[in-house]
């Protein structure tokens, strides 16, 4: 111990001195001030060892250095409760294996005296990490060191805010070599070690769990990075955030300039891309809580048949906590589509051209039945017409050839309705639908479909109530014919028991209202939000008795759509069914035809 450290007994010693002169007079000496001060030099010392040492082997160093000005002593053992338990042995000089195996039992004996659960000299053996200094590491242990017996030792508890963390063991060769004046100091010391200890630990841990995440993040960036999807992330005013790498491919192709932190809302007013409202708009879907999915954004032109077209679903993001009610944003998922659409455009335009090829054998099949038919009911009413009984003359004559030519008829005609729905589909998915607008009344189109209908129908009487017929509409009369005979095929196709069909006509402000009423099956629950898509019935066995490809209500709607009106359906309080569309009386904009 070097000179300017005072002995435990000098410090008892002192501390009496100063008792006795606060009690009385508080006169300092120069002796007495000098002895503080050094006091105080050397804690303060000791201190900043410890203040600074940012790691383990620092403290362990600091350690050593604070004890080594106490004593002299072979090792200093570190003993860390926690798990895995650790012990650092420090020796002043290369140990015998022997010395160590006894320390390791002292340290045993002394730490189940003190509070720790209990161990084995085994297990603590294999938690022992040698903390030799670089001097030690010598190539062959010189002769007579450490190879004793341990003649003195010393246990001090490290305890951390009055926690017993782990212990501190000296030992020595020597026998008394651990001063029992110097106990107190020994302690202070041992609590500083404790606390410096206790910081490197908490000091490891955190950056322990900042790796962890840093690690998780790097990964999480990695997946994220390598999704075949683009992946889009905002915040809570919409703006972009961050996007993937195939998010930026994606986009790239739409030539718009993404810029963080601008809410999609303001780079619609400096952006002439027409999609871009619509992402705009599922984003602020999501940002109400709400979750998009499934929509298509078509967002340019492709080398393809087809544009670029994306498909993306949208959720809000709610941050881990879960205490703010509205999201901190949101994340969507874009998938491009192209491909999908380029096949089904393929799929369509084969139907499109076989439909076309089909058209025309079935318009002359068509003509040429109508032809036979006149023909025939001619040459029968001829031989029906005797002067005799002149009254039967008009009268249709009941024929078993005509009966079967009028099948004939009446089924060219459904083929030929399927035919134009499948023509019709390529140009309803692609948007192509033109309208031929001209000016009409709608009663005279519902007569005569009513009146083609009622020809094929023998179960069913169909009724027209015609409730207003004052005002020509503008509109495409083959088209509006086409939605009523689909109507009404459906209407007597899902009634196979036959009763009633009426046809009714409103006028509602601007638009008219055409509603057909049924008797039959009705539309059951689970076929309520899908009869309007296409080829809905593929997938729907319970109605495979009834013939049909599901396509006449999606072009119906296309067409009712077109004309800027609606089309839905109700069931029937009794039984049957009842569909209505609306058709204003002039379009929306009459396209040029
Ligand atoms: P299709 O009749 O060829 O199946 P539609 O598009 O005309 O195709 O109709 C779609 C589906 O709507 C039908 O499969 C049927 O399930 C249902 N549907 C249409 N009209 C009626 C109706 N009047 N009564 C009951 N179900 C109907």
Known sequence: ???????????????????????????????????????????????????????????????????????????????????????????????????????????????????????????????????????????????????????????????????????????????????????????????????????????????????????????????IGSMAEGLLITDAHGAITSLNQSAQHLLAQANINFQTDVPLHQLISTSAADWLPRLAEIVDQALKNKLVTNQELTIGESDETVPITLNISAAPLHDASGIAKRPIGVVAVLNDVTSIKQVERLKDDFVSVVSHELRTPLTAIKGYTQHLVRRMERRLRKAHATPENSALVNEAPESYDLRSLNIVQSQTEHLERLVND??????????????????????????????????????????????????????????????????????????PHGGKVTVCLEKRDKEYMVSIIDEGIGVSAEQFDHIFERFYRVHNTAIQQYSGIGLGLYVAKAIINGHGGQIWFTNNQSNGSTFHFTLPLRPPTVPLA
């Open 1 to 223: 111990m070097e000179s300017n450290v005072p002995s435990e007994s000098q410090v008892v010693e002192r501390e009496k001195s100063t008792d006795s002169m606060y009690g009385s007079s508080p006169v300092f000496n120069d002796e007495r001030l000098t002895t503080i001060r050094q006091e105080m030099e050397y804690l303060n010392t000791m201190g900043k060892r410890f203040v600074a040492a940012f790691d383990r082997f620092q403290v362990h160093r600091a350690l050593l250095a604070a004890l080594r000005d106490l004593y002299s002593f072979s090792a200093c053992c570190i003993f860390l409760k926690g798990d895995p338990l650790e012990l650092f042995i420090i020796p002043s000089y290369p140990l015998s294996a022997s010395f160590l195996e006894m320390m390791i039992q002292r340290i045993v004996s002394a730490a189940n005296v003190i509070d720790f659960p209990h161990i084995e000299a085994e297990q603590l053996a294999s938690s022992a990490y040698l903390d030799a200094p670089d001097e030690l590491a010598l190539p062959h242990m010189q002769e007579g060191w450490g190879g004793g017996e341990i003649g003195s030792s010393l246990h001090i508890p490290l305890t951390v805010e009055n926690r017993i963390m782990g212990m501190l063991s000296l030992f020595d060769e020597r026998r008394d070599t651990f001063n029992t004046n110097l106990l107190q100091l020994t302690t202070m010391i041992a609590d500083y070690a404790a606390v410096a200890l206790e910081n490197v630990r908490l000091r490891e841990r955190e950056n322990a769990l900042w790796r962890q995440t840093e690690f998780e993040r790097q990964r999480l960036e990695l997946i």
């Open 422 to 495: 499948l023509l019709d589909l390529s140009q309803v998915q692609w948007g192509k639908l033109n309208l031929h607008y001209e000016t009409f009344y709608l009663a005279d189109v519902l007569a005569e479909s009513v009146h083609s209908a009622q020809a094929s129908a023998e179960l069913h009487t169909i009724y027209l109530d015609i409730q207003a017929q004052s005002t020509a509409i503008m509109a495409d009369r083959m088209r509006v014919a086409q939605v009523i005979g689909n109507i009404l095929d459906n209407a007597i196709k899902y009634s």
